[in-house]
């Protein structure tokens, strides 16, 4: 599926709403499920920092908690407010490998509306999850 240019603006609505009080760095992330639902994510930080929450972890964890499963995600776009776009931190590409399909669509935009397109494999190319458990 080649990238919808809505799915920047959907980002910007999630990064609206992000709490940063401490790096003043807003991310926010779309997910689009296969069967069409979306969810939103925003950074959440916290002044004990390891307990900060990611953008595109809040999306995925919203929507698992809605029942959705490893596998079921079409894409997701991330947004940031900087001079190019950023990829998801080495814990968010962890959680995509965990819950995406390796040839899933990344997204990265940034406040300017380019895109940078990468796949899950591609963030995390020899990466571990629950599949080499079975």
């Known amino acids: 599926m080649s990238y919808q240019s809505h799915y920047f603006q959907e980002a910007r609505e999630a990064q609206s709403r992000a709490y940063v009080p ?3 760095f807003k991310v926010g992330a779309y997910l689009k499920t296969k069967d069409g639902r979306t969810f939103y994510g925003a950074n959440v ?7 900060t929450i990611c953008a595109e ?3 995925l964890v919203a929507a698992i908690s809605e029942g959705y499963r490893p596998g079921d995600f079409e894409s997701i776009t991330v947004t940031v407010d900087a001079e190019k776009p950023s990829s998801p931190c080495g814990t968010c590409r962890q959680v995509l490998k965990e819950l995406c399909d390796d040839d899933m669509p990344v997204y990265m935009t940034y406040h300017k509306g380019e ?4 796949t899950v494999v591609e963030l995390l190319p020899h990466g571990f999850s629950g599949k080499d458990l079975e």
Do not use: G
Request: hydrophobic share 30%; no cysteine; charged share 20%.
């Open 22 to 24: 401490y790096s003043q």
């Open 45 to 51: 930080e916290n002044a004990a920092y390891p307990a």
């Open 57 to 59: 972890r809040s999306s």
């Open 115 to 118: 895109l940078l397109e990468s």
